[in-house]
């Protein structure tokens, strides 16, 4: 029997956000055809795998009380998910850290249940190669196969294409969670047909500051369609939103995701890190952290 206490691997499970989120239509099956930017930030939850012959979760972390029950896990279902499809029966003990929110929009769950098919795949010796991962991820969420790939990307059909961004500026964030949950089925309900036209393609230069006000200037162009069914299922997500954009130095404030959260992209860090402070000190009731979007380097020479 395994005694091991100390993790054999750790993994980040980073906040994924919707910079853009168009929804261009809807299937036969009734899932809709989204178009989306997809980043991530340093703002994460952690998951570590300790050897142990059972498979079982345990979830600690300021928002554990949060991510609803163990057995219906995001995580848990995609370590077995990976057990039933390559046959394993090796077990492990994952450890979640939860410090974002459950059900905000942020894609914690996916993102969660990512890292521990990256982490077990590697573990149990699996040998599964990235896309057959990001098949068993489909089946049990839209957003998996983009948190697998854990970075800068287009994200289009119903979650299953995604075409990574060769250069994208890393950027700081604040993101804002106002507390409460909201289904992402009736938030879609509420779009009701509303369908329009994919994004613009992005501003060719993106580098440094002026590519910073480009990419900004680009996103106003943009949109979250299912902002306004979001808030007309909760109005105060507009709250935030606001609260973000009368910041110093934010340079855009929008919802993320289906919400409730929000997100604000700022000019620098010490503005962001003070934006955050401030927000903390006049909304204690809200989850707000900052960070930086990961960013993807210039191919160098």
């Not at 906040?15 to 929804?23: E, F, G, Q, R, Y």
């Not at 991962?133 to 049990?140: E, H, N, T, V, W």
């Not at 879609?188 to 006000?213: I, V, W």
């Not at 604000?264 to 930086?292: K, M, N, V």
Request: glycine letters at 10%.
């Amino acid at each position: 029997m395994v005694h091991r206490q100390d993790p054999v691997a750790t993994r980040s499970a980073p906040a994924k956000i919707n910079l853009c989120l168009h929804v261009t239509g809807r299937r036969a099956d009734g899932y809709h055809l989204l178009h989306s930017l997809v980043v991530f930030a340093t703002i994460a939850d952690r998951v570590s795998v300790i050897d142990d012959d059972d498979l079982s979760l345990t979830v600690n972390g300021p928002m554990a009380a949060l991510a609803g029950p163990l057995d219906d896990n995001l995580v848990l279902r995609a370590a077995r998910a990976l057990q039933q499809t390559t046959g394993t029966r090796r077990g492990a003990r994952l450890v979640l850290d939860k410090q974002l929110p459950a059900g905000a929009g942020l894609g914690g769950g996916s993102s969660d249940a990512a890292a521990a098919l990256i982490l077990l795949n590697q573990i149990w010796d699996c040998g599964l190669e990235r896309d057959q991962i990001s098949a068993i991820g489909l089946k049990l969420g839209a957003d998996l196969p983009v948190c697998l790939a854990g970075q800068p990307a287009w994200l289009s059909g119903i979650g299953e294409h995604i075409d990574p961004i060769g250069f994208f500026p890393s950027m700081p964030i604040v993101l804002i969670h106002p507390g409460g949950n909201l289904s992402t089925k009736d938030v879609f309900t509420r779009l009701n047909g509303h369908f329009g036209p994919k994004a613009p393609d992005l501003p060719p230069e993106l580098d440094g500051l002026d590519g910073l006000d480009g990419l900004c200037g680009w996103l106003d162009d943009t949109r979250n369609d299912l902002q306004a069914p979001a808030m007309a299922l909760r109005p105060d997500i507009s709250d935030p939103i606001n609260a973000l954009g009368n910041q110093d130095n934010c340079l855009i404030a929008r919802m993320s995701g289906s919400g409730a959260s929000s997100f604000g992209l700022f000019r620098d860090d010490a503005s962001a890190r003070h934006a955050c402070h401030e927000l903390q000190t006049h909304y204690p009731g809200w989850w707000i952290r900052h960070g930086l979007i990961t960013g993807v380097d210039l191919p160098k020479d």
